[in-house]
T-cell receptor
Framework: KQEVTQIPAALSVPEGENLVLNCSFT??????LQWFRQDPGKGLTSLLL?????REQTSGRLNASLDKSSGRSTLYIAASQPGDSATYLC??????????FGQGTTLQVKP | GAGVSQSPSNKVTEKGKDVELRCDPI?????LYWYRQSLGQGLEFLIY????????KSGLPSDRFSAERTGGSVSTLTIQRTQQEDSAVYLC????????????FGDGTRLSIL
């Protein structure tokens, strides 16, 4: 059974810091991995999707890497801003697209 | 363009009542997913529809839960004889049928069982 773990559970940093969020999964037979952002009381917003054949994806200040063989992904956020404060969720899927989520990392960026 | 729309946004009901939650996916998205987000369990998959194929119901927690998707578009999740442990946020997502596009989520329905 696939299990996804995210570390740390919570993180508080001053504005401007670069930071790394970690995600690990137990079964390397994934189709893709996605990083989402969730603001309080809202649904999920897709940030980055990495196909199983890819190593990384970048969007603006965000960079996500995937090491499928070791079952790990990282989300790197450069020059963090208070508006980045949210819960970040990692999820993996098989070929049906059904997502299995980690418990999330709650990020607070202090001005 | 319009995103995934869910209604109601909040629902409070008494234990034992039936509830229906609605999801209107993005136009042209043939894949539709229901998930549940609760404090103790995080985000869990419930059910998946893809076109005219039989749905994947493997995540439904009990036979009190059912879902339909009419005309390949709008979906309804029904919970019969609600229990307090059904209290959660129910999220719907849709996507294109290929696995290389992200799922788009609605804002969810917050269900509270008294």
């Amino acid at each position: 059974k696939q299990e996804v773990t995210q570390i740390p559970a919570a993180l508080s940093v001053p504005e401007g810091e670069n930071l790394v969020l970690n995600c690990s999964f137990t079964d390397s037979a994934i189709y893709n991995l996605q990083w989402f952002r969730q603001d309080p009381g809202k649904g999920l917003t897709s940030l980055l999707l990495i196909q199983s054949s890819q190593r990384e994806q970048t969007s603006g200040r965000l960079n996500a890497s995937l090491d499928k063989s070791s079952g790990r992904s990282t989300l790197y956020i450069a020059a963090s801003q208070p508006g980045d404060s949210a819960t970040y969720l990692c999820a993996v899927s098989g070929n049906t697209g059904k997502l299995i989520f980690g418990q999330g990392t709650t990020l607070q960026v202090k001005p | 363009g319009a995103g995934v729309s869910q209604s109601p946004s909040n629902k409070v009901t008494e234990k034992g009542k039936d509830v229906e939650l609605r999801c209107d996916p993005i136009s042209g998205h043939t894949a539709l997913y229901w998930y549940r987000q609760s404090l103790g369990q995080g985000l869990e998959f419930l059910i998946y529809f893809q076109g005219n194929s039989a749905p994947d119901k493997s995540g439904l927690p009990s036979d009190r839960f059912s879902a339909e998707r009419t005309g390949g578009s709008v979906s309804t999740l029904t919970i019969q004889r609600t229990q307090q442990e059904d209290s959660a946020v129910y999220l719907c997502a849709s996507s294109t049928p290929t696995g290389d596009q992200p799922q788009h989520f609605g804002d969810g329905t917050r269900l509270s069982i008294l």
